[in-house]
């Protein structure tokens, strides 16, 4: 059974800093790896998808990496700005669409 | 281009009624899936709709049943409601059942009193 775990599950910053959110997945045969961002109450805004063959993928000042054989990914925000603020989402998926994901990582940016 | 609409927005229900929430998918798009999201936790996968059959499903009782329509649209019906089922009910859609990236709706929020 796959299992998502996400690393911290808050984060408090102040603006400008740069950081990085974690994710490991306990079954390695995955299709791809996706990051969501999502506000409270709200749905779920994809940031980056990375398929199983790939290293990683860049979008803006999000960077997200995949090392598939350890089961691990990042994502890396350059130059955090208060509108980051949100609960970071990984999912992985193994078959068909349905995917599996973490419990989230709920990321404040002070000003 | 129309993104994925979820109606209604909330709803309030009571232990054993019966509720119906409705998905209407991203233009282009034929599949939907339906995720049930707790407070505090990451979404777990309900059900998935293709060509009007369930194709696939998670690890949830047969209160919990789904139909998709021919213009492709679906509802996901929980019958008998528990105080637990109190969630956030998202919908996604996608193109074709072996889909590389999903497209979530805003949600409906369900409290069961």
């Known amino acids: 059974k796959q299992e998502v775990t996400q690393i911290p599950a808050a984060l408090s910053v102040p603006e400008g800093e740069n950081l990085v959110l974690n994710c490991s997945f306990t079954?390695?045969?995955?299709?791809?790896l996706q990051w969501f961002r999502q506000d409270p109450g709200k749905g779920l805004t994809s940031l980056l998808l990375i398929q199983s063959s790939q290293r990683e993928q860049t979008s803006g000042r999000l960077n997200a990496s995949l090392d598939k054989s350890s089961g691990r990914s990042t994502l890396y925000i350059a130059a955090s700005q208060p509108g980051d603020s949100a609960t970071y989402l990984c999912?992985?998926?193994?078959?068909?669409?349905?995917?599996?994901f973490g419990e989230g990582t709920q990321l404040t940016v002070n000003p | 281009d129309a993104g994925v609409t979820q109606s209604p927005t909330h709803l309030i229900k009571t232990r054993g009624q019966q509720v119906t929430l409705r998905c209407s998918p991203k233009s282009g798009h034929d599949t939907v899936s339906w995720y049930q999201q707790a407070l505090g936790q990451g979404p777990q996968f309900i059900f998935q709709?293709?060509?009007?059959?369930?194709?696939q499903r998670g690890n949830f009782p047969d209160r919990f049943s789904g139909h998709q329509f021919p213009n492709y649209s679906s509802e996901l019906n929980v019958n008998a409601l528990l105080l637990g089922d109190s969630a956030l009910y998202l919908c996604?859609?996608?193109?074709?059942?072996?889909?590389?990236?999903?497209?979530f709706g805003s949600g409906t929020q369900l409290s069961v009193l």
């Open positions: 709709y293709y060509e009007e059959e369930e194709r």
């Open positions: 999912a992985v998926k193994v078959s068909g669409s349905r995917l599996t």
């Open positions: 079954d390695s045969a995955i299709y791809n």
């Open positions: 996604a859609s996608s193109l074709g059942d072996r889909v590389k990236k999903l497209f």
